[in-house]
């Protein structure tokens, strides 16, 4: 690292009291947007496992109510279209558990807030993408 660099980092450290050992100079610019790959790739696959998890409740909710509505539907197609909304009850709070873990884990981590909203943009531009 340039001396100037070192100098301002030390100085801006210092500013803020942040401890000396905290601040990491032997972290290499690929490293840092590899360790950022890496996150937004896990918060974005654990954003678009809740996506289809909220999709999959929404169809199954869709079913259970026009079977209800219908006359007729009783037996074993009832008890297959209620296991359903059950299953796709509990993908739900799994997929909403598993997000909230990986932010937590994150924020242990000392992921950048920026970060974690790139995830969440990348999530928002994939179905533009898609089109």
């Not at 840092?32 to 890496?38: N, S």
């Amino acid at each position: 690292m340039k001396p100037f660099l070192l100098a301002l980092t030390c100085i801006a450290a210092l500013a803020f009291a942040i401890p000396a050992a905290a601040v990491d100079l032997s972290v290499s610019p690929e490293e840092i947007e590899a360790e950022k790959a890496h996150w937004i790739e896990r918060l974005t696959e654990s954003q678009s496992q809740l996506a289809n998890a909220k999709a999959r409740f929404a169809q199954a909710q869709a079913t259970y109510q026009r079977m209800r509505t219908r006359s007729g539907s009783r037996g074993d197609k009832r008890s297959l279209v209620v296991a359903e909304l059950r299953a796709a009850e509990t993908a739900l709070a799994d997929a909403e558990a598993n997000l909230e873990s990986t932010l937590a884990e994150a924020r242990r981590e000392g992921v950048p807030p920026g970060w974690i909203r790139d995830a969440a943009s990348h999530r928002n531009a994939a179905p533009a993408a898609r089109n």
